[in-house]
């Protein structure tokens, strides 16, 4: 046990120190590699610091991004919305404008046709008052020659050598209707009264008139000592044709047809039934001076046509009428017994003796 003691102590005492450096030199390594390990991990750890760092910087950047993104976006979006509302505006004033354009350009052309207008307007009213100055200058005219003729007191036809003014308004008359001769008269009443008589009917003749006519014209049918009988007239106030026919009998020595208020009736047809039958036509157009049958003058269609000068009618002397004619030996029995005649009327008239005769 001694030697194991001292065998253990000599190699105690030979490995030991050995140890002890070997593990002296490992724990010197392991404190190193430790020191060392502690050294990265630091730097390691100030790197992951500086990262994350680094890392929350761009985390906070990026958000600051995503939220200017997003603000950008919405102003995207605002400004797009904005966008389009302007755009629809831009399209409602496009079309606006173009509307307005239509618009100006339909006053324009207008306005244009307003200034065509007045212009014709005006040029109207110019030659109106350039009729009106002679016009004027024609009723000044008038107005002297009728103080002249009333200050002469040469009314008529008889003092007068030549053109008197009744024989001037004659001269004229006919020339305006077309006729051979026109005599004047008092009025139209004694014109249709002269005509009759001018006919030379025998006292009683039946003498046709329309139903629609004036009292003038029955009373000289009567004064010429004849009978008058109405013709039915229609709804238009012209002679009914079948009634006319059926009335135009032998007893029937004239017709007078009335075309009241310028109703003419159907002169054709009137003109043909009373050729036929032989029986003279008296136009009472105291109405229708200017009025036109066919293109022919209103008082030319019959063997005479009597018109007015009173006061109502198309022209106005107070009173008066005149008769035109193209049978000679009518007028010139119109014309002894239009007045100044009174002597020759008893030769032309039968008395009531001989009427009832």
């Given at each position: 046990m001694a030697f194991h003691r001292r065998a253990g102590n000599r190699f105690a005492g030979s490995i030991w120190p050995g140890?002890?450096?070997?593990?002296?030199?490992?724990?010197?390594?392991?404190?190193?590699?430790?020191?060392?390990?502690?050294?990265?991990?630091?730097?390691?750890?100030?790197?992951?610091?500086?990262?994350?760092?680094?890392?929350?910087?761009?985390?906070?950047?990026?958000?600051?991004?995503?939220?200017?993104?997003?603000?950008?976006?919405?102003?995207n979006s605002q400004l797009e919305r904005r966008a389009a509302t302007l755009g629809a505006n831009l399209t409602a004033a496009e079309e606006e404008i173009a509307a307005q354009s239509l618009l100006i350009a339909n006053l324009t052309a207008q306005a244009q046709a307003q200034t065509a207008r007045i212009a014709d307007f005006e040029a109207q009213v110019a030659t109106l008052l350039a009729q009106n100055t002679e016009l004027t200058e024609d009723r000044d005219a008038a107005r002297a020659e009728i103080d002249r003729l009333l200050a002469s007191g040469d009314l008529?036809?008889?003092?007068?050598?030549?053109?008197?003014?009744?024989?001037?308004?004659?001269?004229?008359?006919?020339?305006?209707?077309?006729?051979?001769?026109?005599?004047?008269?008092?009025?139209?009443?004694?014109?249709?009264?002269?005509?009759?008589?001018?006919?030379?009917?025998?006292?009683?003749?039946?003498?046709?008139?329309?139903?629609?006519?004036?009292?003038?014209?029955?009373?000289?049918?009567?004064?010429?000592?004849c009978r008058p009988v109405l013709v039915e007239v229609g709804q238009n106030y012209r002679i009914d044709l079948e009634d006319f026919a059926a009335r135009l009998t032998?007893?029937?020595?004239?017709?007078?047809?009335?075309?009241?208020?310028?109703?003419?009736?159907?002169?054709?047809?009137?003109?043909?039934?009373?050729?036929?039958?032989g029986v003279p036509v008296v136009e009472d157009a105291a109405h229708s001076l200017g009025t036109l049958w066919n293109g022919r003058n209103i008082g030319t269609l019959g063997r005479v046509g009597c018109f007015s000068f009173q006061s109502y009618k198309l022209i106005n002397s107070g009173e008066g009428g005149i008769l035109v004619t193209d049978d000679a030996d009518l007028v010139a029995r119109a014309v002894i017994m239009s007045g100044a005649y009174e002597h020759n009327w008893a030769c032309l008239l039968y008395t009531s003796d001989a009427a009832d005769e």
């Open positions: 140890f002890v450096d070997a593990i002296t030199a490992m724990l010197m390594v392991m404190i190193f590699v430790l020191t060392i390990f502690m050294v990265v991990q630091f730097v390691l750890s100030e790197t992951i610091n500086d990262q994350d760092t680094e890392l929350n910087a761009l985390n906070a950047r990026l958000n600051a991004l995503s939220q200017a993104l997003g603000l950008e976006q919405v102003r008529f036809r008889y003092t007068a050598p030549e053109n008197a003014p009744v024989a001037l308004l004659e001269r004229e008359f006919a020339k305006l209707l077309g006729t051979k001769y026109a005599l004047a008269v008092s009025s139209c009443s004694a014109a249709l009264f002269l005509s009759l008589l001018g006919l030379g009917l025998k006292p009683g003749t039946k003498v046709l008139i329309p139903g629609f006519t004036f009292a003038a014209v029955p009373s000289a049918v009567i004064h010429a000592n032998d007893e029937v020595g004239a017709v007078i047809i009335s075309h009241m208020r310028g109703h003419t009736s159907d002169m054709d047809a009137i003109m043909a039934l009373c050729d036929a039958a």
